[in-house]
């Protein structure tokens, strides 16, 4: 398989398991899978999510492409690691789902207004603007992202939330929160992104 | 023989002092059976009573003994003395440590364990072993695949010569056909280059090895230790003395060509893992149909094994075949997918650590089973249990079927012998409970495993055994050769003849070698045994056999038909000739003779009975009632033992009599003791079946189908069928046995008193 492209019908691909093994951060190691479940068990959002890591990784072997780089699975990841610090066969199940969601943005899966997408763009620019992420900035961003109309709709439903929160201390007003060696983050950032070009 | 001099030794320790009156037991000896002789001795292990022991045995004051201690299962090298018969009352198991202390009721049952000793010393012999002296030590090793190969070379090695007899050209079998093997050492992750050549030029160049290729072997007969076989060799037959057999015809693979449901013969790239193998060994594989390079390749497991209508069984070594293969095509081509779908994967032992390994390199593993193969779009469809679903795997460039293994136990080149006998032979060998063919026991019509008759396999002896039983070596439902598989795998049902390898039971070449190996001590063991007169597994070291007193004998021939081992000819005139090195010593042929005059020197119709009415049977007023419990000695009377060492209490009212085997219970002893007043009988052996336990194979089998007649004549005298009952009873059963022997002494309790008391 060369790279993959969405398509829409229901197809099984043979090749999608080991483009995953060659192109996916701990992708060879999925094959060690021994289909137990202890990661789908221990998932605190695995109630969110289309499948489980279990079952995703099952369809990865049977060749599902379409329904696996179309999952939300990989999106509602939140990076606890208890399933990597449970997992009997030490699959890095974490890294695998992190990197099939950029994968699967990469490829043109989560096109358009993509709530997980958006969510996690929104965030990282503010964890690599700042060094911290500020609820305002981020909420904002994600909001608008997804459309003028709905982010404005979803920023007046939240607004009660957040003058409580103001009100409480618990939202801060001013300049957001930064972290004191931003340049020396941005060149960590710099150099990781070269690292990974050069790769 | 001399004059017999008794004595008692009874053994106050180990809480039998503490539990029963053990001067009374010596008035026993002493009134009863007018024992003068008798000891009584605070440890009766100790160092200075056995050596007390030794020297009444070396004046001449005693020259066989009962030993009133513990159980006999324990302290047999203490109280073995030279020439001297000694019979063990198990008075610490079976009394003191089960039963409450000083009662009325153990004190009567410690008596009648001194009782039923005493009887049972009175009708003992010291054996005189039927040794065959002269022998042959020559091992012959039929078949020269890897595990006629190995056992060979141990024989020779540990000092035997060895005939080495091969149907084909050349030595190796089907491992010469393998490009690689599976892991056999530490840390069994790695595939290891076939070493077969370096096993065959090792064998070779040994000169106790003496090795005849493109031969057979046309007929044998005689016994272990002197067993004569015609070897058909070169258009010749040769007349060979050989002690011990070793067959190690191996296997076969499933045939395919049966397979048309998973795309066999459909199109070239569909093919077994042997033909696989094959194209392995040529180098790097490519597709047979256009010699394309082969990327993606499924496996499917179980290709006609455990499956009803193929190979019901798992042959247990497809799946580390089939992730060996798997193996060399990802590590050989980084770009190529190897797909395994199999059920369940069974990697026994080791091979769990080459199925990491499999992983590890990137192996693809699918759980479910094959619904479709389409061979010409090379497609198969497989029900995922994973997802729930069934999945498609197209645009495969090969299919390899995993088949399994068809045993080699018989020639299937060869025309059946006497077909129609022949295969009758072979049904009741293979069925443990089948119908016995000759008069006197009652049995249904038709076998009561109808799918055992098919399990009959094509073809001719491998031996061609010139025995009573037939020519073939007993088999199982699923065509391997019989044997006790928990307890003494390599032991047949033909005493000195032993399967190895895949004829026995699936295996893999490193199990195979092991399997040889220990088929050639048992080889040894059998040829030494018959020199000095000295049974096999399980009586290992008994010097007795089997007494046929001719004067009596009616030459019924069940003795001959009934013998698990095929240890019983007829000669000229009908009457049964005892093979003494092929006999197992269980007793079965006792326990069949309907004259009781199959006898042993310790152990006889006339014994038992008479320990049976050693016992005294209080009368029908004294509401104690009495319970024959005739215990196989080989698992259901050391479960008691261990009930007994557990400290569980049972019925006070039970007699336990040890018996070689349920299959040595002649009808005669449950008449005895109908008549003299036990309330209830109860047989307690092994498990019986296809599944059976019994160590003599069809021994409890046949109580059984003894114990079926037993219900009519209990009837005919009016008395309760349910007073004589059969029960099953494992070595793991000690925590049941007590709750058994209680349910029964219940049972019994409840029935009116046994009206034969006091006649």
Known sequence: ?199 | MSEKKPGVYLCKGCGISDAVDVGALEKVGKNEFRIGHCVVSDALCSPESVASMQKDVADGAVNRMVVGACSPRVMADKFRFDGVPVVRANLREQVAWSQPAHEEDTEMLAADSIRMAAAQLAKTQQPTPAALGEISRTILVVGGGVTGLTAALEAAQSGYDALLVEKSDALGGWSNKWSMRAPHAPPYRDIYGNDIEALIAKVKANGRVRILTNATVAKTSGQPGAFDVVIAHGGQEVTEKVGAIVVATGWRPYDATKLTHLGYGASPDVVTGIEFEAMLAKGAPVKPSNGAPVKNIAFLQCAGSRDPNHLPYCSSVCCTASIKQALQVVKGDKDAMAYIVYEELRTPGTAEEFYREAQRNGVVFMKGKATSVDGKAMTVSYSDELLGEDVPLGGLDLIVLATGMVPNSTNVDAPAIEPEKSEAQLKDDINPVAPIKVSGYAHGEGSPWPHIDKGVPPGGPILNLQYRQGPHIPILADGFSDSHYICFPYETRRTGIYTAGPVRRPMDMAESAEDATGAVLKAIQALEGGAIGSSVHPRVGDLTFPKIGHEKCTKCRRCTVECPFGAIDEDEQGRPTVNFARCRRCGTCMGACPVQTITFDNYNPQMVNDMIEANEIPDEFSEKPRILVLACENDAYPAIDMAGIARSHWSPFVRIVPVRCLGSVTLQWISTALQKGYDGIMLMGCKSGDDYQCHFVKGSALAKERLGKVGETLKSLALEQERVSFEEMSIADSCRAPTVLDAFAKLVGDLPPNPMKGF
């Open chain 1, 1 to 199: 398989m060369t790279t993959p492209a969405p398509a829409a019908a229901k197809t099984y691909d043979l090749s999608f398991a080991r483009w995953v093994r060659d192109n996916v951060n701990g992708g060879d190691k999925l094959n060690l899978c021994m289909q137990c479940g202890a990661c789908s068990g221990s998932c605190p959002i695995g109630v969110q999510m289309d499948y489980g890591p279990r079952k995703l990784f099952m369809m990865i072997r049977a060749g599902m492409k379409e329904e696996v780089l179309s999952a939300n699975t990989q999106w509602n990841c939140t990076s606890c690691y208890r399933c990597v610090v449970r997992c009997p066969r030490g699959v890095p199940v974490t890294y695998i789902l992190q990197d099939l969601a950029a994968k699967s943005a990469e490829f043109g899966y989560a096109k358009g207004p993509h709530e997980n997408k958006n969510f996690a763009q929104a965030f990282w620019w503010s964890a690599a603007t700042f060094g911290r992420t500020d609820e305002r900035l981020v909420t904002m961003r994600y909001f608008f992202s997804l459309g003028f109309g709905e982010g404005f709709k979803r920023a007046m439903a939240n607004l009660k939330t957040a003058i409580g929160m103001v009100k409480t201390g618990r939202m801060h007003i001013g300049l957001p929160h930064m972290t004191k060696g931003r340049k020396g983050l941005k060149a960590a950032l710099a150099k990781a992104r070269e690292i990974e070009q050069r790769n």
